[in-house]
């Protein structure tokens, strides 16, 4: 490909540290990073119109291709002209390849070295994904950006096992790497190798060789202890190559993404913000609010005073605490509305620290905020 | 009183019929009659913010005493300075009296002429309401319209049945009345009298005898036959008196409303455009769209080519069948959008032909159009 379908360009980095703030490039539009993507599986965003993401200021989400793939089907998003066109959403996204999606059916999936038998978990249908069609799926979605078939090695894993398994995601990422078509797309690798640092090292040798569009470490926050998973971000982010965005699958709280851009990580996903949204736990920068607690029965003040979201802007504790406990649909929304503004405000915030050489200083503020307000 | 909660001007008038166009001066805005108001029964109009609201065109919505009156309670709305600033809605509130939903808790009550005692449904904890209560209940939630406690006669109801509730009705009325305190609210009373006409007419008399700020037909689309209903409403809507809001409480379809207005009725509400939405209903001139229907998996046109709201603006029936099928709350929210505008823009054309002169003709033509693209 002449035309890479990414540009990406650093605009800041922290003199004491790996943090970095860069310009990310996109067919739909330019992304700063470190970037939050929030989660959009089935083609939206829980709870949100296109509207309110991007008044949350979001200019990257994440689709999943498993769910999209079972539902509504890649040919009928390929004849809508893509993802973005069908769900109307004028940003860039990101697929993932489904694989974290397959391998987490259990009993309904039979891995080969060739590719995974599965079961579809909504009528019971099989269906066989290779690291070829998981790229072709993809293409139909056409995303922005597109991730490799990978398999996510679980925790725990033996050495032994987290060996098999990464030869075969390093076999699929060449032949992911030889299938695409779309020089529109970028298409990142993905790296694993579970909890072994010298698995880790290797596949992300592997993976760099093959050469990608940018980085990925998967097979993270998947059950292993918060340390393990901070060590092999803190030893593994500053390998992936430099000039190529760096992202982190699945993580995660505010608390790890404040480490993880530390560690030099430029891009997260993950399902938090709009799924404790819907449970009712509310982020701020003071204490996590659950929203159904008494004490928030007749409290006049907005959820987060220094949060402008709508919600916030327009919205009592104890208005909120009254939707939530009557099952509104409006609860979902406020509630959403608010926790993805808050991961996307965290994330400005941080940009904002690492383009003033400020960041070191930012993240000791922040997780000391964040751990006087922890009720645990 | 000296100066009246509302003032009512008639502004234009069907020459060959009843239909009236008005201007209803609310202390929360001015409101063009003949309006709809979406029921937003826990003070939220379910799936929508009051921005969204707001956006539709809303300008008076209908809340439920009973259901506010349970959860969050009124001290707390009373607290927050009445239910406009609770749910942060600009715009006019009527509230219910409450009588009808704690008449349809069957065993849950048991009334008494001086008022009825009630279970919760939530909790099963014991209440009794009598219209003092009702009307305090209804000064606490502050709305700019409150309705007398009234019994809302069953269907079938004989007429000694009916007459010994419309003689409570009235009773109550009368207690209503005297109970009221706040000059900044208009208090509507209820015409009871199930499907006997001749009770009907004395029930209007008596009731406009006590003298209020507006006249409501209750008691009606409980369960009688279609013809029954409009029978009622083409026979009393005239006598309701001249220079007073008439309401309609509880009606109905797109087509009860046209016939309605045409009869001389200046306000409804119904739950029909919000719970359908939910269910998948959704309204068009041409046609009501059952959206989950597979005849829509791939139809790229959006769901109502003439309408303004967002929802048709901006997504295809293809998405919304699969956002519907996909039990995705953007489902909810989508089509409760757009069936809420699609009866504000049908008020709206209702009052244009009104002052255009042509509402005969309108009448006509809409009313063909919906039988043409009704399934039945």
Chains 1, 2 share one sequence.
């Not at 599965?118 to 993809?138: C, L, M, N, R, V």
Request: net charge negative; proline share 5%.
């Amino acid at each position: 490909m002449d035309m890479p379908a990414l540009t990406f360009t650093k605009t800041a980095s922290q003199a004491d540290g790996e943090a970095r703030a860069c310009r990310l490039e996109t067919p739909h539009g330019v992304i700063a990073t470190p970037v939050f993507m929030p989660v959009g599986t089935q083609g939206t965003v829980k709870a949100m119109t296109p509207a309110m993401l991007e008044e949350a200021g979001a200019g990257l989400i994440l689709a999943n291709t498993y769910h999209l793939y079972l539902r509504p089907g890649r040919e009928l998003v390929k004849q809508f002209g893509g993802l973005h066109r069908f769900m109307n959403w004028k940003g860039a996204i990101l697929t993932d390849s489904g694989g974290f999606q397959v391998f987490s059916l259990g009993a309904l999936r039979k891995i080969t070295p060739d590719g995974v038998l599965f079961q579809s978990h909504i009528d019971g249908s099989k269906h066989f994904i290779s690291p070829e069609t998981a790229i072709a799926i993809q293409e139909d979605l056409g995303a922005d950006i597109i991730m490799a078939f990978d398999e996510c090695t679980p925790y725990p894993a033996t050495y032994d096992q987290a060996r098999v398994s990464l030869d075969m995601t390093l076999n699929w990422a060449k032949r992911c790497q030889t299938a695409r078509t779309r020089p529109d797309q970028a298409l990142f690798g993905i790296v694993q190798g579970g909890t072994h640092l010298d698995l880790r090292r290797e596949a992300l040798e592997r993976t760099a060789e093959i050469g990608f569009d940018g980085y990925a470490l998967g097979g993270l926050s998947v059950g292993e202890p918060k340390e393990t998973m901070m060590e092999i971000v803190h030893e593994m982010a500053p390998l992936l190559p430099e000039s190529h965005p760096r992202y982190v699958m699945g993580v995660g709280t505010p608390e790890d993404i404040v480490r993880c851009v530390d560690c030099g990580i430029d891009m997260f996903d993950c399902v938090m913000p709009t799924r404790c949204a819907r449970n009712g736990l509310l982020f701020t920068k003071q204490e996590k609010v659950v929203i159904k607690n008494a004490r928030y029965r007749d409290d006049p003040s907005p959820l987060d005073a220094a949060c402008d979201c709508y919600t916030c802007r327009n919205f009592s504790r104890a208005y909120l605490r009254h939707l939530f406990i009557s099952r509104e649909i409006l609860a979902m929304i406020l509630n959403t509305i608010h926790n993805v503004r808050f991961y996307l405000r965290l994330m400005e915030d941080i940009r904002a620290s690492i383009q003033k050489g400020e960041f070191a200083c930012f993240k000791k503020d922040f997780l000391n905020a964040m751990a006087a307000g922890d009720p645990a």
